[in-house]
């Protein structure tokens, strides 16, 4: 077994990219959405162009079951993992899970990190700038705002944050060293993240 | 083999061979309809009796090729989930159908014996998979995932299956 650093960087077609579009003083650009203007956090282009390249590399090649990502400070070997979570090319009901199909133009699910309720993007968002929707928002992601900023107005991180995404095949292999599926190696890296990140490690499934 | 299924196969046998003599009861015979008392007083006669505090289980199928795991889940109170897992299995709603199907017959007798693992946290000493974590909340998963590569198409949990 490696330790899960040097797993992460061992994994072939890895990447670490900024998750949120912030300015030099750490301050997180926002947009409006809808009839209500609810207002969003924005994701960075270079996150965004990762993701797309990431889903649609993946769905050309008939062994690519998803992509794994790690929401987390720092990059490399200095990288402290926050959130573990995944997206499957596989859909519960379709050949193609609605979070990845049409990616460019899918910015309501993105791969998990869309800007609706139910998505990660959109669920801080509400969290942090608490505007009226169907439910209340989720104390997860109340547990994410206070964890990633500093303020909520002006939204500004207590540091960068990156984004850690790694494409996942049939062949892929885990912290373990074990052949695994993607829902496996989820749990495999959320498991020892719990022991070597228990201090930050905001996943709360599978500790 | 696929996915390391050989060495996953050996992992599990490793982990739950040790437990099941002293923490396996068999809730079930072979076509036995369901009986929620029944199985309730059966788990009631494990050593020490059914443990009250958060606990991995394991449900078997005893099979031509051996014990076969079917579901494994986590409980704070094994009994009382028990409890709701009968329920949900006599009657056959949402994902329990596949229950149904996987392990009754047309007439909701049992294909084969049934046999139930539940080994409390503070029992457990070693994690399935070497240098994981051994908390019951890991171990589950680990359990999980080992055993959906080592007995293809048998496990009816969901999550921490691939699709």
Redesign the interface.
């Known amino acids: ?1 490696t330790s899960l650093r040097e797993w992460f960087q061992s994994v072939t077609g890895h990447r670490f990219v900024p998750l949120f579009d912030a300015d030099e003083t750490l301050i997180v650009r926002t947009k409006l959405m809808g009839n209500s203007e609810k207002q969003i956090l924005k994701r960075s282009p270079a996150m965004e162009n990762a993701v797309i390249s990431c889903i649609e590399q993946g769905l050309s090649t008939p062994e690519w ?1 998803g992509m794994m990502y790690v929401m987390g400070w720092g990059m490399g070997s200095t990288f402290r993992p926050l959130y573990v979570g995944k997206a ?1 090319r ?3 009901k379709h050949g193609v899970s609605g979070n990845i199909a049409n990616i460019r133009k899918n910015s309501g699910k993105f791969a998990r990190w869309g800007d609706g309720l139910d998505y990660h993007i959109g669920d801080l968002s509400h969290a942090m700038f608490e505007f009226e929707a169907y439910r209340k928002p989720m104390k997860k992601y109340k547990r994410w705002a206070s964890t990633l900023f500093r303020s909520v107005s002006p939204p500004m991180l207590t540091e960068t944050v990156n984004l850690y995404l790694a494409p996942w095949c049939a062949d892929s292999t885990g912290p ?1 060293g ?7 190696g989820e ?2 890296v ?3 993240a ?2 070597e990140f228990a201090d930050s490690l905001l996943n709360v ?3 | 083999m696929a ?2 299924a050989e ?2 196969l050996t992992l599990l046998r490793e982990w739950w061979d040790a437990l099941l003599p002293t923490h396996a009861v068999r809730i079930l015979d072979s076509g036995a309809s369901i009986e929620k008392a029944s199985v309730l007083e059966r788990l009631s006669r494990l050593p020490g009796g059914c443990p009250q505090s958060l606990s991995i289980y394991v449900l078997f199928a005893e099979t031509a090729e051996g014990q076969v795991p079917v579901y494994i889940g986590k409980a704070d109170l094994p009994l009382i989930r028990w409890g709701q897992h009968l329920d949900g299995w006599l009657a056959g709603s949402g994902v329990y159908s596949d229950w149904r199907l996987a392990l009754l017959d047309d007439q909701g007798r049992a294909r084969t014996n049934l046999c139930l693992l539940i080994v409390p946290g503070a029992v457990i000493s070693r994690p399935p ?5 051994k ?1 019951v ?2 171990v ?3 359990l ?2 080992l055993a ?2 080592a007995y293809p198409g048998k496990l009816l949990n969901h ?5």
């Open positions: 077994m079951e499957e596989r859909g519960v373990s074990l052949s695994v599926s993607l829902p496996d749990k495999e959320i498991a020892l719990s022991v499934d599978g500790v | 996915r390391d060495k996953k998979k070497p240098g994981f974590p908390t909340g890991s589950e998963y680990q999980v995932g959906a590569d999550e921490g299956v691939g699709r």
